[in-house]
């Protein structure tokens, strides 16, 4: 399988050869034929004599051109006839510019204004000017593909390590985290990787609970039931255990879906009648506030107030007063009862699962479905909804 890095770097080094290319032809086409031909044109106009001047005057001339210049060089006529020559005789040129190799070198030549031919060719040992700028051209590619190698490698070798951890998470462990670096696409994708397997671990570790605890639960009412049957004298307390163990299932199913499911039915529910529905279900109850409109699932805020007041009838005292009302940041539900209230230090542990049933945990995991909290004060449960 061909790495992200490889294929990443590979296109780089791409984009650097198709640029020396580019950049090669552009200065042939261009600068050598253009600049340098204007300029070996115009030397040749000063340097040699008129066109009609005899052809020891252009020797002479065309002598005095190329001191120093390491070049064969050649003259010829408009109809390209040989004029004058220094080194070795060049043929005459098909066009202006560079032409094909001959006898080892490259050929170049430029008509004058005059009609006249300028050929030349560089000594074997002397280098085409082309060789130069490629040579350089290649030098800086080369510094720019050492210097992508780094950049490239670190961004995909961060990819490696999120797809380790993604493999190692499919493979059981949820406990595998990333670290997460920079502050790019990579980095917050390893932060959405990290929130997710922390959301599953929770999740997995949730239910593993749930179900160690609902197993311990049910031996209770199922141990009853089991001596019921030897005893046909208590069937109401029979009925009375299958319901508790109704109820028991039925909750702990509403928990497993208020963990898992995102997104609850929405609608507009007058709380202050919900309440009242509710409490008058119950013995000792009071109800007081004003009514309330709050968009939410009436079956989950029913369920809610109906755990809160069932918490009051097993583990407070008479009277409840449940209160409804709202202020200018939220709405609340209060129930209190006369009971000596719960310690500071344990009022957290009520929302746990299995510490006190599931009532308590449904009762917020439902309040935080809506956006609000539900909390314990001594005493009293309050709920706060937007």
Request: hydrophobic share 45%; with cysteine; proline share 5%.
């Amino acid at each position: 399988m061909r790495k992200l890095y490889l294929r990443i770097y590979l296109a780089v080094l791409a984009s650097l050869a198709v640029f020396v290319l580019a950049a090669a032809v552009l200065w042939r086409q261009v600068g050598e034929h253009g600049a340098q031909g204007d300029i070996a044109a115009t030397l040749a106009l000063n340097v040699l004599p008129q066109a009609g001047a005899p052809a020891a005057d252009h020797q002479a001339a065309l002598v005095r051109l190329t001191t120093n210049l390491h070049a064969d060089l050649s003259v010829f006529s408009p109809q390209k006839t040989l004029l004058a020559s220094v080194g070795e005789p060049l043929p005459a040129p098909e066009r202006e510019g560079w032409s094909a190799r001959w006898r080892g070198g490259p050929l170049w030549a430029v008509q004058l204004d005059d009609g006249r031919w300028l050929a030349a060719r560089p000594y074997r040992h002397q280098r085409h000017p082309a060789l130069g700028l490629l040579f350089w051209l290649g030098l800086i590619a080369l510094a720019v593909g050492v210097g992508a190698y780094p950049v490239v490698r670190r961004l995909t070798r961060r990819l490696e390590r999120l797809q380790r951890g993604v493999e190692s998470l499919a493979a059981g462990n949820l406990s595998v985290r990333v670290d997460v670096e920079g502050r790019d696409e990579v980095a917050r994708l390893a932060g959405s990787f990290n929130r997710a397997a922390a959301r599953i671990e929770a999740l997995v570790g949730a239910h593993k609970a749930l179900l160690a605890n609902a197993s311990h639960e049910l031996r209770t009412p199922l141990a009853r039931i089991r001596m019921a049957l030897e005893l046909p004298e208590r069937r109401g307390e029979l009925l009375q255990d299958i319901a508790e163990l109704d109820a028991l299932v039925d909750e702990i199913l509403l928990a497993s879906r208020l963990e898992v499911q995102e997104a609850i039915s929405v609608e507009s529910v007058d709380l202050l009648a919900l309440a009242a529905e509710e409490c008058a279900r119950y013995e000792g109850v009071e109800l007081d506030g004003e009514p309330v409109t709050v968009s939410g699932d009436a079956r989950l805020l029913r369920r809610m107030i109906r755990n809160l007041l069932e918490n009051a009838r097993k583990h407070g005292r008479p009277p409840v007063k449940v209160t409804v009302g709202k202020n200018e940041a939220q709405i609340f539900l209060r129930f209190c009862d006369s009971g000596p209230g719960v310690p500071e230090g344990e009022r957290e542990k009520l929302f746990e699962p299995f510490y006190r049933g599931l009532g308590l945990s449904i009762v917020r995991q439902i309040a935080r479905r809506h956006g609000g909290e539900a909390r314990c004060e001594g005493s009293c449960f309050a709920v706060t909804l937007p």
